[in-house]
């Protein structure tokens, strides 16, 4: 980079010139040697479709599954996030019972496929507990209007109990990894801070709060946002308990219209867009921290 911008040079072209023959050459061989025809003009339709009913266009297949991957995502991220801060402070606290409770979690956790977890909850959340609250029978009763938040925030009434336990499962497997940045963002922290606060002769408490915690979030956010970007990615799982997310959409729009390539080429550019765009807000995230650093 000179003064300020981007010089492209004989390298970068070489490598974008073979990256641009690289999937040229796919797309042949994928024409030639698989007889396969390319139908890109049946992939809009599946975007949006005009509802006679409503009177107005509304979302498709693919939309539905990008906005159930959102709305899955972020509630994911806000729960792990509050996971992930209680286990972080008891990892770093002086009681060894504490300690044990939170190491316990994040290693059983993190050392466990997210597939088998998924299962577990999914059997056990939707089967036994969320039954037995009568979370269902309420959703089912409800009057339209919060019929209708509850799908704008969460997901259809029938399709309830699969997303509350796909959600406990997102959030408890992605608190594990927030739990270790919450904690290395702690420890981080100058020793000469914590001697500060002890000789102010604040509590343990107020020492936490007011001293340690909200210089230990400057250095927390920056990769707390790039695991809401992994938690984008690892939603895609929880397409094998029915979530209606884009992944199991794709599988189901492919499976009647072997579209195979199409469809999951524009899943990728989907995916691209969301995990792009928090990429890009990460990045502005980090310069505006460190700006206020300095």
């Not at 073979?18 to 975007?47: C, D, M, R």
Request: charge should be positive.
């Amino acid at each position: 980079m000179v003064n300020g911008k981007t010089k492209i040079t004989i390298l970068d072209l070489v490598i974008g010139a073979v990256i641009v023959s690289t999937g040229i050459y796919i797309v042949y061989k994928i024409s030639l040697g698989l007889s396969y025809h390319w139908n890109w003009n049946a992939i809009p339709q599946y975007f949006f479709r005009y509802d006679p009913d409503k009177g107005r266009w509304v979302a498709n297949v693919l939309m539905e599954g990008f906005f159930t991957t959102i709305r899955l995502s972020v509630w994911t991220t806000f729960f792990a996030t509050l996971i992930g801060i209680v286990m972080g402070m008891l990892r770093v606290s002086p009681s060894l019972f504490k300690r044990l409770v939170s190491g316990t979690y994040v290693e059983l956790t993190r050392n466990l496929p997210p597939l088998v977890l998924i299962f577990i909850f999914y059997f056990f959340v939707s089967d036994q507990i969320l039954p037995a609250l009568g979370v269902e029978d309420f959703i089912r009763a409800a009057d339209d209007k919060i019929q209708a938040l509850m799908t704008f925030l969460f997901a259809r009434p029938s399709l309830f109990t699969a997303f509350i336990s796909a959600l406990i499962t997102l959030s408890i497997f992605e608190g594990a990894y927030i739990t270790e940045i919450v904690r290395a963002g702690i420890q981080s922290i100058e020793k000469g801070q914590w001697e500060a606060a002890d000789s102010l002769g604040l509590s343990k408490w107020q020492r936490m709060r007011l001293i340690i915690l909200p210089q230990a979030i400057q250095r927390i956010l920056p990769p707390l946002a790039g695991q809401f970007i992994s938690t984008i990615k690892d939603s895609a799982i929880v397409s094998v308990i029915s979530i209606q997310e884009l992944t199991f959409q794709g599988m189901e729009l492919m499976s009647t219209t072997y579209f195979t390539f199409e469809i999951w080429i524009t899943i990728t550019a989907m995916y691209l867009i969301l995990t792009l765009t928090c990429s890009l807000g990460v990045a502005k995230l980090e310069g505006y921290l460190r700006k206020s650093v300095a």
